[in-house]
């Protein structure tokens, strides 16, 4: 049998039918074969086919053609039985809408309304849960994906010791699609909204920083630029610097059916430290390329740019 919600569901369905009832009760009292049972119920062979294919696991067929109990299925009439037998020997009935119905019956279906309802509850806790989750890890796969494609960008400026525009769009355009993916990852994932924010206003920070660049250098005509030492020194610092919010996303990260993301709190706390630190390296790329610096002023979730005169 696999989770409590499949065995509540067998149940449930072996219980919702009075003709499977009946097959249930018919088998209790001894094995039976399917011209046996079907002589008792007095139903055509196709509509018992479904009955006892809708009793899957709580009746076996042995090697003499007869269906017997299996031990779930003797466990499952033995639920019934408790539900119905208190009230048999009185023989007790309710009035509703002007019908006698019997108690035992009233209390089989509050029995079968209650599997039934547990079983929803169960299943759809779990599918909110896991789409919940599924949602995260994607939204995680992306900002990790984006800051992987930036780290790369800034690598291979560093290989060719030029910075092209083209180069700095791709940049700018990664950290904007991060930013937006760890909005939500705050968003979804509470426990560790701080560092998600962190790691957002970080890359906020680096996709102003490579408009400005590539506003400096469209003013001047240039496609491309060869870096200097000290601009070198501060995209590689950056390239480290991301390198180390990078480890905040988890390795171990599962989707599907059964997803699963699990976090190294020390990774992240190390990434968001970095992020934080980030400033540091941003405020010496700006000197280096000699542009005046833009600061964020968080306001709620959006962050706003100010241009410094100074």
């Known amino acids: 049998m696999g989770s409590e919600e499949d065995t509540y569901n067998v149940i449930f369905h072996a219980l919702k039918h009075p003709i499977r009832r009946r097959i249930l009760r018919r088998l ?64 007790g009935t309710l009035n509703v809408f002007g019908r006698k119905i019997l108690v035992s019956w009233v209390l089989a279906f509050i029995v079968v309304v209650l599997l039934s309802t547990n079983v929803y509850l169960a299943y759809s806790i779990r599918t909110l849960s896991n789409d919940e989750t599924n949602a995260t890890g994607w939204t995680l796969l ?61 890359s906020d920070s680096l996709a102003q920083a490579s408009q400005q660049i590539m506003g400096k250098m469209a003013s001047s005509g240039d496609t491309w630029i060869e870096t200097s030492f000290s601009q070198e020194l501060y995209l590689e610092r950056i390239s480290e610097d991301l390198e180390r919010m990078w480890t905040a996303f988890p390795e171990e990260l599962v989707l599907g059916s059964s ?52």
Request: charged share 25%; no cysteine.
């Open 28 to 91: 209790d009292a001894q094995p039976t074969t399917f011209t046996g049972i079907l002589n008792e119920l007095g139903i055509d062979n196709g509509l018992l086919n479904y009955h006892l294919n809708n009793l899957n696991e709580l009746i076996t067929k042995g090697p003499d053609e007869k269906y017997r109990l299996s031990e779930f299925g003797a466990a499952t009439l033995s639920l019934t039985k408790r539900v119905e037998e208190p009230v048999k020997p009185r023989e």
């Open 142 to 202: 992306q900002a990790r994906g984006n800051i992987g494609e930036s780290i790369n960008t800034l690598n291979a400026a560093l290989d060719e010791g030029r910075l092209e525009l083209g180069a700095l769009n791709v940049l700018q355009s990664d950290m904007m699609q991060a930013s937006r993916h760890l909005r939500i990852a705050s968003i979804l994932d509470g426990k560790h909204r701080e560092q998600w924010n962190t790691l957002r206003q970080a």
């Open 259 to 310: 997803p699963r993301i699990v976090y190294d709190e020390d990774q992240m706390t190390e990434a968001a430290m970095a992020a934080m630190e980030f400033d540091g390296s941003l405020n010496g790329l700006y000197e280096a390329f000699n542009i005046g610096r833009s600061f964020s002023i968080a306001f709620g979730e959006d962050y706003f740019w100010v241009e410094d005169d100074a």
